[in-house]
């Protein structure tokens, strides 16, 4: 009797815990899903910045570049417009990019 008591109660407790241990796997998941979107954001982005250095004509202008679930940014002074659409058409190509969204300033002609 007192055994099936103790086997009763250990069944509860393996239970319970498993019920518990299942709900906090499952709140960790969203977290889980952000950090391998913030590292897959990272990698795009280091991606996107070696291709451009990769290029001689683009390699020293000021270009700034960051990702946010594949889409990049890209910021920064080109010399003239063909600069800037080359740019844009090298990041448009880089593996994972969905969208680029265009903040190039063409620099003044002094």
Do not use: C, F, H, W
Not at 26 to 50: F, L, R
Not at 57 to 80: C, K, R
Not at 83 to 100: F, K, M, N, T
């Amino acid at each position: 009797m007192q055994n099936s008591k103790l086997m009763g109660a250990l069944l509860a407790t393996v239970l319970t815990t498993g019920v518990a241990m299942s709900y906090a796997a499952d709140q960790a998941e969203p977290a889980k899903v952000a950090a391998n979107a913030t590292s897959g954001d990272a990698a795009i982005a280091a991606s996107a910045k070696a291709a451009l250095r990769a290029d001689a004509q683009l390699a020293t202008l000021p270009i700034d570049v960051t990702s946010q679930n594949g889409v990049l940014a890209v910021s920064g002074e080109v010399p003239s417009a063909a600069e800037g659409e080359r740019v844009l058409q090298i990041l448009a190509s880089v593996d994972g990019v969905r969208e680029v969204k265009n903040g190039l300033k063409v620099k003044a002609v002094n």
